[in-house]
């Protein structure tokens, strides 16, 4: 099991002096089956006196402060231990087949937890658009219907990747998925958002996950503190499985490599650092995201 060590830090610049500020913040990995936080600290500079914390509704742990200190800039810095395993996945020819799986969710829904209707709609930032729904049916245009669902997504997700392109200066937040989809460029959020599209068009549960990636540098060469960056991928709920995590932009199932941070059903609710300011004029946002490998157990 590895273990890593995360600091996470975000600056805000201002170009005036700010009177106030308000933030909600998901930077603390979760604790799950194949996942534990050992440690988490958190620095905010200027200090708050009001940080506080909860688990949200998706059971994410949330801080919040307000900032009523005048400022010019204010860091957030994150610094977590997390031990990692390798995620368990179920066997292809275990889960129900693909057209099997309306029926199944139905049922999962109205007898087992209604909570997954949420995740079969659509969401502030992921709109079930037809051109999505087209987009699963090209990619799965010679799949039998009697395809297990895990193959679909395996062979779906493969060609997802290969016919999209990875490119940070192609999008914003606020791109609309309909013109990803023309340009067929964009980032692991845009990705994601896709993805969950095609699947809740498809019957199935869909979740987005933020977190972490460990990226290895370059052969001889030293890894970059502050050179990684947030990471984001799709969990879809598989009736008799339970939730499985997918990566769409690495056309893979999420390893031991990959550290959640937050789930929901879309960027909306898992933004590591959302937040107002009062006053500030204009302002320059700058991350910076190191993750490295500490220990085997």
């Known amino acids: 099991m590895p273990r890593y060590s995360i600091t996470h830090t975000t600056r805000y610049t201002h170009n005036s002096s700010a009177t106030a500020a308000w933030q909600a913040l998901h930077l603390q990995p979760r604790n799950e089956t194949a996942q534990h936080c050992d440690a988490f600290e958190l620095k905010v500079a200027p200090h708050p006196i009001d940080l506080t914390s909860r688990f949200d509704y998706f059971g994410n742990k949330q801080h919040l402060f307000t900032l009523r200190e005048p400022h010019h800039e204010l860091t957030i810095t994150s610094r977590s231990v997390v031990r990692r395993d390798e995620p368990?996945?179920?066997?292809?020819?275990?889960?129900?087949?693909?057209?099997?799986?309306?029926?199944?969710?139905?049922?999962?829904?109205?007898?087992?937890?209604?909570?997954?209707?949420?995740?079969?709609?659509?969401?502030?930032?992921?709109?079930?658009?037809?051109?999505?729904?087209?987009?699963?049916?090209?990619?799965?245009?010679?799949?039998?219907?009697?395809?297990?669902?895990?193959?679909?997504?395996?062979?779906?997700?493969?060609?997802?990747?290969?016919?999209?392109?990875?490119?940070?200066?192609?999008?914003?937040?606020?791109?609309?998925?309909?013109?990803?989809?023309?340009?067929?460029?964009?980032?692991?959020?845009?990705?994601?958002?896709?993805?969950?599209?095609?699947?809740?068009?498809?019957?199935?549960?869909?979740?987005?996950?933020?977190?972490?990636?460990?990226?290895?540098?370059?052969?001889?060469?030293?890894?970059?503190?502050?050179?990684?960056a947030s990471h984001a991928w799709v969990s879809t709920y598989i009736p008799g499985t339970g939730w499985v995590d997918y990566d769409p932009t690495n056309a893979c199932y999420v390893g031991k490599d990959h550290i959640v941070i937050a789930r929901g059903r879309d960027f909306f609710d898992v933004s590591p650092v959302k937040g107002l300011f009062s006053g500030g004029g204009g302002q320059t946002l700058e991350t910076g995201v190191t993750v490295e490998e500490t220990a085997t157990y």
């Open 88 to 228: 368990v996945l179920p066997m292809a020819g275990l889960t129900p087949t693909c057209d099997e799986i309306p029926d199944l969710v139905d049922e999962a829904v109205l007898d087992d937890d209604f909570t997954l209707a949420q995740f079969l709609h659509a969401s502030p930032l992921v709109p079930l658009l037809p051109e999505a729904c087209a987009l699963a049916d090209e990619f799965g245009r010679d799949l039998d219907p009697g395809t297990s669902v895990m193959d679909w997504l395996t062979i779906v997700g493969e060609r997802f990747c290969q016919a999209f392109t990875f490119d940070r200066e192609a999008t914003r937040i606020s791109t609309p998925l309909a013109e990803v989809i023309v340009e067929r460029r964009g980032v692991c959020q845009d990705f994601a958002h896709l993805l969950i599209s095609c699947l809740r068009q498809r019957g199935l549960p869909a979740a987005y996950v933020s977190g972490y990636l460990l990226t290895k540098p370059p052969m001889g060469q030293p890894r970059l503190v502050g050179a990684d």
